[in-house]
C-alpha cells in the first residue's frame, strides 16, 4: 500500500484525508461521512446495529426477490455509506463490541435482521455499560450518539436504498 493510502474495508485502496479533521470519541454520522475524517489508530467507526444484520434485512425484504446481483450490490454498498456509525476507541470495539468480526455470527445477524432497533439497542447498551465502568471520558459523547442512532429510521433508510438501486 502506498503511503497516505487507506484500505476501505472493501478491498479498494482510496487516499486518506491529507490533514485533519481527525475523528473524536462518539462522534456519529453516516460511514461515508465519518469516512472522510482520519481515524489515527486510535478510533474505529462502528455500524449500528451491523451492516451484515442491515444487509440481510435488505436482502431478504420481498422487494428484493427479483434483483439482479449488481442491484443487491449496490443496495449492500449503499446501505454501508448511509447507515449510522459511531467513533468509539479501536481496544472498545475490537475487544467488546457484540458484532465486530467473528462475534458476528450468522445466526446473530439473522436474529438482528428481524429487528434492526432492538440489535442497536443491544448494541449500543453493551458499549455503554464498557465506557461507565470504565469511567471513559467518552462515555457522554457516546450517550449523545446513541441517541441519535436510536432514533435513525431502519427500515425507511433500508427501502429508500432499494428504491434507488431498482430503479
Known amino acids: ?13 482510496k487516499q486518506a484525508p491529507l490533514k485533519p479533521p481527525w475523528l473524536k470519541c462518539g ?9 472522510e475524517k482520519r481515524a489515527r489508530r486510535k478510533f474505529e467507526r462502528d455500524h449500528v446495529p451491523s451492516h451484515a444484520a ?5 436482502q431478504s425484504s420481498s422487494r428484493m426477490r427479483d434483483a439482479s446481483d449488481v ?3 449496490c443496495v449492500k ?11 468509539i476507541p479501536r481496544t472498545l470495539h475490537r475487544g467488546h463490541s ?18 434492526l432497533d432492538s440489535a442497536a439497542n443491544r448494541d449500543l447498551g453493551r458499549i455503554q455499560r464498557r ?9 457522554a459523547a457516546y450517550r449523545a450518539a446513541a441517541k441519535k442512532v436510536r432514533a435513525q429510521n431502519h427500515k425507511k433508510l433500508i427501502n429508500d436504498v432499494i428504491d434507488e438501486c431498482l430503479a
Not at 500500500?1 to 485502496?13: A, D, E, P, R
Not at 457484540?98 to 429487528?115: A, L, P, V, Y
Not at 465506557?131 to 462515555?139: E, I, K, W
Open 1 to 13: 500500500m502506498v503511503k497516505g493510502q487507506t484500505n476501505s474495508g472493501t478491498g479498494k485502496t
Open 27 to 35: 462522534e456519529v454520522g453516516t460511514y461515508s461521512k465519518l469516512n
Open 54 to 58: 442491515m444487509n440481510k434485512a435488505a
Open 71 to 73: 442491484e443487491r450490490a
Open 77 to 87: 454498498s449503499r446501505l454501508k455509506a448511509r447507515a449510522l456509525t459511531i467513533s
Open 98 to 115: 457484540r458484532t465486530c468480526g467473528s462475534r458476528n455470527t450468522k445466526n446473530q445477524i439473522k436474529t438482528d435482521s428481524k429487528d
Open 131 to 139: 465506557l461507565d465502568s470504565t469511567n471513559s471520558p467518552c462515555a
